[in-house]
């Protein structure tokens, strides 16, 4: 049996999470067996998670973000794993320092509740110009809660100061810049390399 390899991608929104990871999946399945999952979870438990989103502040919505993270991880992604497969999560830890801390709980607290999770093998995280993220935000039809109060420079430095505390905790990070569409295929092919070495 493969090795089950755990990654992670996460970024600002507009960073072109979807895009890069439905194309990474699709270049993995024909060498690996490949589950993709996300946060919040496709669960109703997720969804309520998701709904409240704006409405409970601070350490109430880092405490639901943890149950979620908590069931997905039990229920999901370790058992994934453990048969053998890649998985692919849109959103893990680094979105809850971003989130949560730009709510107002503090990093120590957020470590707190994640840090007895399992890392991912491979935490990627995308970034793009502030501009080419507004300008993408804008073809949107609905914001949610965090991306009309934040300003897309705010969330790239918030991940620039997430990567910087998890790498203390010696979390190491990959950083893709997609500005434009050969970005993204080489971040692609990048990540494929990685993640079929780590596979071995």
Not at 46 to 54: A, I, L, P, T, Y
Not at 141 to 160: H, N, P, V, W
């Amino acid at each position: 049996m493969k090795k089950g390899v755990f990654v992670s991608i996460d970024g600002p929104n507009g960073s072109g999470k979807s895009f890069f990871i439905e194309n990474l999946v699709k270049k993995l399945d024909g060498y690996f067996s490949v589950y993709q999952t996300k946060e919040p979870t496709p669960t109703a438990f997720g969804e309520f998670v998701k709904k409240n989103e704006g409405g409970l502040k601070g350490i109430q919505y880092a405490h639901l973000i943890w149950a979620d993270r908590y069931y997905h991880m039990e229920k999901y992604i370790l058992p994934e794993l453990a048969s053998g497969k890649i998985v692919i999560s849109d959103r893990f830890i680094d979105s809850s320092f971003v989130l949560q801390g730009f709510d107002g709980v503090p990093y120590e607290k957020i470590w707190e509740l994640n840090s007895l999770f399992q890392f991912p093998d491979l935490s990627i995280i995308l970034v793009a110009d502030p501009n080419i993220l507004t300008d993408r935000l804008s073809k949107r039809d609905m914001l949610s809660a965090f991306e009309k109060q934040m300003t897309r420079q705010q969330e790239i430095d918030g991940y620039k100061k997430a990567v910087q505390f998890l790498e203390s905790k010696n979390i190491s990070h990959i950083i893709y810049s997609n500005n434009t569409m050969d970005d993204f295929k080489n971040n692609i092919e990048d990540s494929f390399r990685r993640i079929c070495a780590l596979a071995r």
